[in-house]
């Protein structure tokens, strides 16, 4: 009878800390209610911040910057030079027009 006792103990010991997390879980959910000053309507508090809007070029319309790593550079250098030239050319162009810093 006391290894019946033993298991009966583990077994409530076991229940009860399964409990605990669905507990806390409970807790944290019923006070994310209650939490004060916080708009209901998230678009009318965004437009009450102020963003600067910056105007590009309309000549920066689909203009990208193409971006490389070292070790592409590194490869078109002893590859294809030409190509590293015009990649940097595109870059400084778009530079020199706003479209980028």
Same mark, same amino acid.
């Given at each position: 009878?006391?290894?019946?006792?033993?298991? !009966?103990?583990?077994?409530?010991?076991?229940?009860?800390?399964?409990?605990?997390?669905?507990?806390?879980?409970?807790?944290?959910?019923?006070?994310? !209610?209650?939490?004060?000053?916080?708009?209901?309507?998230?678009?009318?508090?965004? !437009?009450?911040?102020?963003?600067?809007?910056?105007?590009?070029?309309?000549?920066?319309?689909?203009?990208?910057?193409?971006?490389?790593?070292?070790?592409?550079?590194?490869?078109?250098?002893?590859?294809?030079?030409?190509?590293?030239?015009?990649?940097?050319?595109?870059?400084?162009?778009?530079?020199?027009? !706003?479209?980028?810093?």
């Amino acid at each position: 009878m006391a290894s019946n006792t033993y298991y !009966g103990d583990y077994a409530y010991k076991k229940a009860a800390f399964a409990l605990v997390p669905a507990v806390l879980l409970a807790a944290a959910l019923s006070a994310c !209610g209650s939490v004060k000053n916080v708009p209901h309507n998230v678009s009318d508090w965004a !437009g009450k911040v102020a963003r600067p809007e910056s105007k590009m070029p309309v000549s920066c319309a689909g203009w990208q910057k193409i971006e490389l790593k070292n070790h592409s550079r590194y490869m078109l250098m002893q590859k294809d030079q030409k190509l590293l030239l015009n990649i940097d050319a595109h870059n400084l162009r778009g530079r020199n027009q !706003g479209c980028w810093n």
